[in-house]
C-alpha cells in the first residue's frame, strides 16, 4: 500500500488513526470534573502538537539518520512563518500559497547554511548552525526591521493589499473559504470535544510528511544517510562523496520546519524573532531525543510529551494544588503544596528537565524503547505462563 511494506502500512494507519481521533482521546475526563484540566483536546493545544511534530519529524531526517546535530532548525522555523505571513499581507488569506512560499523560502535558506556548515562536523558543525540562528534571530530582531517589523513582529491588519482577495475583504486565514478558526464542539454526556478546521488542516499534512519520512528512511538514500552516521569517513574512504547526500538531509529538513513555521503562521498569522531563538532550536532537540532519534514515531510522540507539559502543568497552580489536598489537615496539605509547587507552574520545566534525565539515563532509546521494553516484558510473561501451562498438562498425561 502506497509503496510501504505491511508493517510501515500498518504504523501509518495507526498514526493517522490516534491523529485523527485526538481531540477525542485527549479529553478522557468530563468538562465539571476536577481532573478536566488535564483534557489536551482543545484547538490550540491540539495544533500545537501535530505541528511540531512536524518540526519535530524533520529534524529528525537529520540527526536520527546523519547524526549531525543542528542547534540552529528554529532559523527555518521563522523564516517559514514570516514568508507566510508576507504571503498573508501580499497575496490572499489562503493557506495554500502562504505554505508553498514557506517551504520554498525554508528550503533555500537551509541551502546557504547547510553549503557552509557541512564543511564541519560534529560539534563544530552544531556551533556553525547554532551562530547562523543567532544572527538570523538578532537579523529579524533589530536589523531587518522593514521586512520583520522587529520585535513587535509581522502581523496582517485591514490595509493589506492582497492581490487575490481584495483589500480587507478577508480577515481570517482559511482554505478555500473553510476558516481555520472555524470550531464544531460536540456534547457526548458531560464530554465536550472539540472539532477543529485547523487542527484538521495540519493533521493531514503531518501525515503526508510523516508517510514522506517513511520513505525516505527505507529509500537507498535513507541507507546512505545512516552509513554516514555509522562512519562517514569509511565511507569516504570508498570513493563515495557524502557532502551531497546530508546537504539534501540538511535541506530538507529544513523545509520541513519551513512547514511547521507557515502552519503556525496559517493558525495564528503573527510572526515574531522569538521563533528563530536558540531555545526553540534546543526544545527541538529534547522532543527528538526524549521520543528516540533515529526512530519514525518517536519524534512525533516527544513534540506531543514537551508540549502537553508546557501547556498543562503550567497552568497548575497553588490553588489548584490546595485543591487537590484540602481532605488533608492543614499542616500536611501547606506541606505538600510547598514540595510540590516548584515542580509546576512556572517551574514545570524542571520537571520535565528531570524526567529527560530519566531517559537518557535509563531509556537511551527514548520513549520508543520504553514502550519496547514493556511490550518485550509482557509478551515474555504470556510467553512463560503458556510454558508453563502446556508443562503442566502433558505432565498430568498418563504414561503409555
Excluded at 151 to 167: K, V
Excluded at 315 to 325: C, M, P, Q
Amino acid at each position: 500500500m502506497l509503496g510501504l511494506d505491511k508493517k510501515d502500512t500498518t504504523l501509518l494507519l495507526f498514526v493517522a488513526l490516534i491523529t485523527l481521533l485526538a481531540p477525542i482521546i485527549m479529553n478522557p475526563f468530563p468538562t465539571d470534573s476536577s481532573l478536566a484540566q488535564f483534557n489536551a483536546g482543545y484547538p490550540d493545544l491540539m495544533q500545537r502538537f501535530v505541528i511540531y511534530g512536524i518540526f519535530a519529524i524533520g529534524f529528525n531526517i537529520l540527526f536520527g539518520l546523519t547524526g549531525y546535530l543542528s542547534f540552529g532548525h528554529a532559523a527555518f522555523l521563522g523564516v517559514g512563518s514570516y514568508s507566510a505571513v508576507w504571503m498573508f499581507k501580499l497575496l490572499s488569506m489562503n493557506v495554500i500559497p502562504a505554505i508553498v512560499l514557506s517551504v520554498i523560502v525554508a528550503g533555500l535558506f537551509s541551502v546557504v547554511i547547510g553549503y557552509i556548515s557541512l564543511r564541519r562536523s560534529g560539534i563544530y558543525f552544531s556551533i556553525l548552525t547554532l551562530a547562523f540562528a543567532q544572527m538570523s534571530f538578532n537579523l529579524a530582531y533589530s536589523v531587518l526591521t522593514p521586512i520583520t517589523n522587529g520585535e513587535t513582529g509581522l502581523q496582517i491588519t485591514l490595509s493589506d493589499p492582497r492581490i487575490l482577495d481584495g483589500a480587507g475583504a478577508a480577515r481570517y486565514t482559511n482554505l478555500f473559504g473553510a476558516e481555520m478558526n472555524d470550531t464544531t464542539t460536540v456534547f457526548a454526556g458531560a464530554w465536550e470535544w472539540q472539532l477543529n478546521v485547523g487542527f484538521y488542516v495540519s493533521a493531514v499534512i503531518m501525515l503526508l510528511a510523516f508517510y514522506l519520512s517513511i520513505r525516505i528512511f527505507r529509500s537507498p538514500f535513507g541507507m546512505m544517510l545512516r552509513a554516514v552516521k555509522s562512519n562517514q569517513n569509511r565511507l569516504n574512504y570508498t570513493g563515495l562523496n557524502s557532502r551531497p547526500y546530508t546537504l539534501a538531509a540538511f535541506v530538507i529538513s529544513g523545509m520541513y520546519a519551513g512547514l511547521a513555521g507557515g502552519l503556525l503562521a496559517s493558525m495564528d498569522p503573527l510572526a515574531g524573532a522569538e521563533r528563530m531563538q536558540w531555545t526553540a532550536s534546543g526544545e527541538v532537540v529534547l522532543m527528538t531525543i526524549l521520543g528516540g532519534a533515529g526512530t519514525l514515531l518517536g519524534p512525533v510522540l516527544g513534540a506531543g510529551f514537551i508540549k502537553y507539559f508546557e501547556n498543562i502543568f503550567s497552568k497548575i497552580n497553588d490553588n489548584v494544588l490546595h485543591g487537590w489536598f484540602s481532605v488533608l489537615p492543614d499542616g500536611v496539605e501547606n506541606l505538600l503544596v510547598t514540595l510540590v509547587h516548584p515542580f509546576v507552574g512556572n517551574g514545570w520545566s524542571l520537571t520535565l528537565g528531570l524526567m529527560f534525565m530519566l531517559v537518557v539515563i535509563f531509556l537511551p532509546g527514548g520513549l520508543i524503547e520504553g514502550g519496547q521494553r514493556c511490550g518485550r516484558f509482557i509478551f515474555r510473561r504470556r510467553g512463560r505462563n503458556a510454558g508453563g501451562a502446556e508443562a503442566e498438562g502433558k505432565a498430568k498425561q498418563p504414561a503409555e
